[in-house]
């Protein structure tokens, strides 16, 4: 298994990014909670964790250690896939995810796109002991460039996490004209989320 990459990021999007060491580019998978992290670095020691099924190999990056743990231990639990693990991750910071678990939160982890509360409860039920011993997370911090590039980044974000492309257009479109100000991308795909449920 691939522990980490250490090496520079020559692209970056808020669900991918291609980390070059030593002239071989990995693309590695994240949530918008590393990409929140890493968005202003160009050079980035990257904790990993490789996927593999029959037909295809994924590799999931993750600022630190506590996010990867966490995604490790969300996989675990029978329902939850990469990819979903990934949206909770996009969704909620480590933080929230580790105080819905203890606090055997079911509402707010079954706010997340593909987490009904069966699966939600299922998710306290196995990782709460788990998760107890463990702590929490740090604050999200975000900046990006103007409306309309906030507006692709978080369209092509929100596709790519599953969400279907006219309903995120509306959904992103809505957001921004109420709240005109947002100006990291982050916020905005929040903002969406929150507003789909």
Do not use: W
């Not at 520079?8 to 580019?25: Q, R």
């Amino acid at each position: 298994m691939i522990a980490y990459l250490n090496g520079s990021i020559s692209h970056k999007t808020p669900t991918y990014i291609y980390v070059d060491c030593n002239g071989v580019g990995y693309h590695v998978n994240i949530s918008l909670n590393t990409y929140s992290k890493l968005e202003n670095l160009s050079k980035i020691k990257i904790f990993t964790y490789l996927n593999v099924k029959e037909d295809e190999q994924s590799l999931f990056g993750f600022f630190d250690d506590e996010e990867r743990s966490l995604f490790v231990l969300l996989i675990s639990v029978s329902g939850v896939g990469v990819n979903t693990a990934r949206v909770i991750l996009s969704y909620m910071t480590p933080e929230e995810v580790k105080s819905a678990i203890i606090h055997e939160n079911a509402v707010a982890l079954g706010k997340v796109k593909g987490i009904g509360p069966k699966t939600a409860k299922r998710i306290i039920l196995d990782l709460k002991d788990k998760v107890i011993k463990e702590t929490g997370g740090e604050q999200v911090i975000l900046s990006s460039p103007e409306s309309n590039t906030i507006r692709n980044e978080a369209l092509f974000a929100l596709i790519a996490l599953g969400f279907p492309k006219p309903v995120v257009e509306k959904q992103i479109k809505s957001v921004l004209d109420k709240n005109p100000n947002i100006e990291m991308v982050e916020d905005l795909i929040k903002q969406v989320l929150k507003q789909m449920n």
